[in-house]
């Protein structure tokens, strides 16, 4: 099984950007997609998740300007995060069916002040 991420880069504060995730392979069963982030000097942190059949979960620190999407029939998770500020500077992993599920390579967010 493959994560493969992307969407990453370097964004003024306020402004947006979309992260999508790729799942490959054969998997049994995709119960949740997640994105969690790990800033320099931090441990790593759930940003979202969506759960099959449940629906979604965000940190305090982004609901309401993080939206996270889920195309089950491409696989494919999403991130849109809009009004980006300097604090969501983080290296960006996602994430298949939990701690001990699968994990893809992290997509690196600068957010500039």
């Known amino acids: 099984v493959q994560l493969q991420a992307s969407g990453g880069g370097l964004v003024q504060a306020g402004g947006s950007l979309r992260l999508s995730c790729a799942v490959s392979?054969?998997?049994?069963?995709?119960?949740?997609m997640g994105w969690y982030r790990q800033a320099p000097g931090k441990q790593r942190e759930l940003v979202a998740s969506?759960?099959?059949?449940?629906?979604?979960n965000y940190a305090d620190s982004v609901r309401g300007r993080f939206a996270i999407s889920r195309d089950n029939a491409k696989n494919t998770a999403y991130l849109q995060m809009n009004s980006l500020k300097p604090e969501d500077t983080a290296l960006y992993f996602c994430?298949?069916?939990?701690?001990?599920?699968?994990w893809g390579k992290g997509t690196l967010v600068t957010v500039s002040s």
């Open positions: 994430n298949v069916n939990g701690l001990r599920g699968y």
């Open positions: 392979g054969s998997i049994f069963a995709i119960n949740v």
């Open positions: 969506i759960h099959s059949g449940i629906g979604t």
